[in-house]
């Protein structure tokens, strides 16, 4: 049942172009300039209305609805609000019949979301689930839902599901944005074939996992390690550190590349791994001199950045990853695999239980 692969992780892993395929197939019309998400009830007249977004989940599901809430206020120029269900309910959200709440979730039985569904509900939202198992609770609740098919994810640790997400939210996006008329025409397809591209660009740097895999052995042996990165590149830092931390139980934090001198810069000291991820060209000098900041901390920096950038930066830092090229809001989908590659191969040097790790399950029923 794993396919001849020694874990579920890394089957689902290698996974991942499949899953994309299957998440954009029938959502894009036959010129392949128009996102089409026939079954949705959320009706134009409504898309028009929408006056903000709340984007509601837990976990890795979160840190997909960061990259999402991102991609539609650059899409939609509508305000978008990213919580975590623990907290969204209990703060008195304001929402109003002009909210639309987006849930993100897996398996959609988590307990949280589940609750943070039925609040927006209740104060007149429409609620759009993105999930991947389509007799759950939260889809049968839901006024609508963006299925996301990954297949099956048995791995505790979530990776094909976070990035068929991802893909969710790109054509959910492009479909609001088509409606409300804040993209051009010509501008959705060439975004559209750059999401088609995604599969194969994946599947190439699946073919080419060593380098990862070396990187991983040499930081399994750290207590301690920093993410950075700036914009999407802050959200997947989020998510890689997450899964770092999961399976690997190695302390991580992802920290917004800018924010650093404001007080952690003082736990930077001589050989500590710092993992940068500098995809976004619009902010890349600035993230570069956020790397310099810690190099002359004694730092020790990897960079996961466009193949473009990789001579320059190796000046600065000590190891380069390189992603294919890809448009600025799409790298997530790209830049997350090194990560998931990172924290597989860094559990596996430890010689822990990866699709199992320990206190966690995989669908958490519970508050
Ligand atoms: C991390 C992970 C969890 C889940 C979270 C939400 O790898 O899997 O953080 O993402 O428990 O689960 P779902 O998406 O099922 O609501």
């Known amino acids: 049942e794993k396919n001849g692969f020694d874990h579920f992780m890394l089957k689902e892993i290698h996974e991942q172009p499949k899953a994309y395929r299957d998440t954009i197939r029938g959502r894009v019309d036959e010129s392949g300039r128009k996102v089409v998400l026939k079954d949705l009830n959320l009706t134009e007249d409504r898309i028009k209305q929408i006056q903000n977004v709340h984007i509601v989940a837990c976990g890795t599901a979160y840190h997909a609805g960061l990259v999402g809430g ?6 939609v120029r ?6 975590v269900a623990s907290e969204y309910r209990y703060r008195s959200p304001l929402i109003t019949p002009e909210t639309l709440v987006i849930v993100v979730s ?6 949280d979301t589940l609750a943070a569904l039925r609040e927006a509900k209740s104060n007149g939202a429409h609620v759009l689930a993105v999930t991947n198992v389509v007799g759950s609770s939260i889809a049968r609740d839901a006024d609508d839902v963006l299925v996301t098919l990954a297949g099956p994810e048995i791995a505790v640790a979530s990776t094909k599901a976070y990035s068929s997400q991802l893909i969710a939210f790109y054509l959910l996006g492009l479909y ?5 008329g804040t993209q051009s ?8 074939s750059a999401i088609q591209a995604l599969p194969e660009q994946v599947e190439s740097m699946l073919e080419n996992s060593d380098a990862i895999k070396a990187y991983a052995e040499q930081i399994s ?4 390690l920093f993410f950075i990165g700036r914009g999407l590149d802050y959200a997947v ?4 550190s997450l899964k770092l931390k999961e399976i690997s139980y190695i302390h991580s934090e992802a920290y917004a590349a800018g924010e650093l001198k404001h007080g952690t810069l003082a736990l930077i000291e001589d050989g500590i791994p710092v ?3 500098a995809t976004q060209d619009s902010v890349l000098e600035k993230t570069v001199s956020n790397i310099k900041e810690v190099k002359a901390r004694g730092a020790d920096v990897m960079v996961i950045t466009h193949e473009e950038h990789v001579a320059s930066l190796l000046k600065s830092v000590d190891q380069a990853f390189a992603i294919p090229k890809t448009l600025p809001l799409f790298t997530p989908a790209l830049s997350v695999v090194p990560l998931q590659l990172l924290s597989y191969y860094a559990s596996l040097a430890l010689g822990h239980d990866v699709d199992k790790p320990r206190n966690l399950a995989k669908s958490v029923t519970v508050e």
């Open 221 to 224: 042996h750290n207590q301690h």
């Open 185 to 192: 025409e010509d501008q959705v397809a060439h975004m559209i």
């Open 176 to 180: 609001l944005a088509q409606v409300r």
């Open 70 to 75: 991102t991609v539609i206020e650059q899409l």
């Open 78 to 83: 509508v305000p978008v609000y990213n919580d």
């Open 275 to 277: 993992i940068a991820l």
């Open 106 to 111: 897996q398996s959609g039985e988590t307990a």
């Open 237 to 240: 830092a989020q998510e890689g």
